[in-house]
Nanobody, 122 residues
Framework: QVQLVESGGGLVQAGGSLRLSCAAS????????MGWFRQAPGKEREFVAV????????GYVDSVKGRFTISRDNAKKMVYLQMNSLKPEDTAIYYC???????????????WGQGTQVTVSS
């Protein structure tokens, strides 16, 4: 089982950038596709991005396509989300998770970490 700790969130002005990190534990990290999800106040948690086990495939929800980039380093057991051109509507708690398959809209697996807060001011 993979345990996850997210970091890198903060307060940024619209148009700014942040890089989120997700540190994983467990020997099976490289066998999982991984995803980023987010939950805005009063809304359900939603899929943001997915990356395959090798990193050769990535997929994004339409609202972040061209602005966000997901990546991973299997040797370090890390997953990243580079977020550029941030908008106020990107404000949310961001979570990473192992996912069932490397597809857009992938379903999360296992327990959630504590998440990291991203706040974008206008």
């Amino acid at each position: 089982q993979v345990q996850l700790v997210e970091s890198g969130g903060g307060l940024v002005q619209a148009g700014g950038s942040l890089r989120l990190s997700c540190a994983a534990s467990g020997r099976t990290f490289s066998t999982y596709a991984m995803g980023w999800f987010r939950q805005a106040p009063g809304k359900e948690r939603e899929f943001v991005a997915v990356i395959s086990r090798s990193g050769g495939y990535t997929g994004y929800v339409d609202s972040v396509k061209g602005r966000f980039t997901i990546s991973r380093d299997n040797a370090k057991k890390m997953v990243y989300l580079q977020m550029n051109s941030l908008k106020p509507e990107d404000t949310a708690i961001y979570y990473c998770s192992a996912v069932s398959s490397p597809i857009i809209g992938a379903q999360p697996m296992g327990a959630w970490g504590q998440g990291t807060q991203v706040t974008v001011s206008s």
